[in-house]
C-alpha cells in the first residue's frame, strides 16, 4: 500500500488488467490501467514533473498563475497539482470538453477559458496553444508547462512509466500499443523500452483524421488523441508500426469492454485497444502486449456511452437494444416505473 504525505507522492505504479482470453487468439494482451491515478489519467504524471521542473528552473515562482491548453486530463492534472502546490490554475479548452472533465477542473478551484464555437470533430489544438502563448506573453506572471513542446513530458514517461513496464514484463514483453496525442507518452515508453529489449515492438495509434503520422486531414471525435499537426517532442525513431482507427471502432471497442469485461475506459484508450485486437495475427499464442489506457470512461459517460449523443454524431449503429424480456418490461410499466427512460 502507497504512503503518500500528499496527494501526489500516489501517482505511478499503476495496475495491469489481463483481457479475457476468449477473443485474443491465444495472445496475452494487457492494459496499463493509468486511470488509477489520483487524477483519473496518465497525464497526472507529467502535470506534477512539468511544474516541478519549472520550479527547480526558477520558471514558476509563488504567486504565478498557471495556464496550459488542454482537451482536459493534463488541465485536470494541474488543476489537481496546483491545488496542493498553492498556484493559481487557468485551463484553455474547447467547448467539446465533456461536462465530467470541465466539472473535476473546477472542483479543484481551478477556471476556465473556452475558445469559440468550432465545429464538431475540428481540431482545435493549434488554436489552444497559440492562444496561450499570446496570454503568456501579455501577462508575464504566467506560466504554461506547454505540453505538446515540454521535453519533460517523454522524460517523465521514460522515468516512470516505461520503467514500470519493463518491470513487470521484464524481456517478456512482446509489444506496446500507445495512442499519440502529445506524444510524450509513445516517445517516452518506446525509447526506455527499446533500450532494454530492442526486439519490443512499438505501435503508435492515431484516429483518422489526425496526422501525427502522416495522412489526410480530417475530423475525428476520439478526445485527447490525434493532433492537426506533428508535436516537436515526438521522437519516432524507437516506433515500429503506425497505425489509425476510426472513432466508430473505437467507440464500439469502449462499449464492448464496459459490457464484456467491466473495464470502462475512454475513447483514446479504446483506440489502441482497438488497434491492438486487430493486428493479433502479428503475434503467436503466449506472446504479451500490453496497451496503454490514458483515462476512464467516466469522463466520457455524456458521450461515447450515451446514446442520445451517438445519435446525434451518427454513431446509432452502436445503439443496443433493451434485452430485457416483454413480460418484465411489462411489469416494470404496470407499477408506474419506466424502463431505460427518465
Known amino acids: 500500500m502507497k504512503l503518500g504525505k500528499n496527494i501526489l507522492q500516489t501517482i505511478g505504479n499503476t495496475p495491469v488488467v489481463m483481457l479475457d482470453g476468449k477473443y485474443t487468439k491465444g495472445v496475452n494482451v494487457f492494459l496499463k490501467m493509468e486511470n488509477i491515478n489520483p487524477g483519473g489519467s496518465i497525464k497526472d504524471r507529467i502535470a506534477v514533473a512539468m511544474l516541478e521542473r519549472a520550479e527547480a528552473q526558477g520558471e514558476l515562482r509563488p504567486g504565478m498563475v498557471v495556464i496550459e491548453p488542454s482537451s482536459g486530463n493534463t488541465a485536470i492534472g494541474l488543476a489537481m497539482a496546483c491545488a496542493v502546490k498553492g498556484y493559481r490554475f487557468i485551463a484553455v479548452l474547447d467547448r467539446m470538453v465533456p461536462i465530467a472533465k470541465r466539472d473535476k477542473i473546477r472542483a479543484f478551484g481551478a477556471e476556465i477559458i473556452f475558445l469559440p464555437e468550432f465545429e464538431a470533430g475540428v481540431d482545435t489544438v493549434k488554436y489552444r496553444i497559440d492562444l496561450t502563448k499570446e496570454i503568456i506573453k501579455a501577462y508575464p506572471n504566467a506560466f504554461s508547462p506547454m505540453q505538446f513542446e515540454n521535453q519533460v513530458n517523454p522524460d517523465e514517461h521514460y522515468h516512470s512509466t516505461g520503467r514500470e513496464l519493463y518491470e513487470t514484463f521484464g524481456d517478456n514483453l512482446t509489444a506496446c500499443f500507445s495512442t499519440a496525442g502529445s506524444c510524450g507518452t509513445l516517445t517516452g515508453i518506446s525509447r526506455y523500452l527499446k533500450e532494454k529489449n530492442p526486439q519490443v515492438r512499438i505501435y503508435g495509434v492515431e484516429p483518422v483524421g489526425s496526422i501525427i503520422f502522416g495522412g489526410e486531414p480530417g475530423k475525428y471525435l476520439v478526445q485527447g488523441a490525434g493532433l492537426a499537426f506533428t508535436p516537436t517532442i515526438l521522437d519516432c525513431s524507437n516506433i515500429d508500426f503506425t497505425l489509425k482507427v ?73 445503439i443496443e437494444e433493451s434485452t430485457t424480456e416483454s413480460g418484465l418490461e411489462e411489469i416494470i410499466i404496470s407499477m408506474g416505473c419506466t424502463l431505460n427512460e427518465f
Open 246 to 318: 476510426a472513432d466508430i471502432d473505437a467507440f464500439r471497442m469502449a462499449r464492448k469492454l464496459a459490457r464484456n469485461e467491466g473495464i470502462l475506459i475512454g475513447g483514446t484508450g479504446a483506440c489502441a485497444v482497438s488497434a491492438a485486437l486487430d493486428r493479433l495475427d502479428d503475434f503467436k499464442p503466449g506472446d504479451n502486449i500490453v496497451v496503454i489506457i490514458p483515462d476512464s470512461g467516466e469522463r466520457y459517460i455524456d458521450t461515447i456511452y450515451n446514446n442520445t449523443w451517438l445519435f446525434e454524431n451518427n454513431f446509432s449503429e452502436l
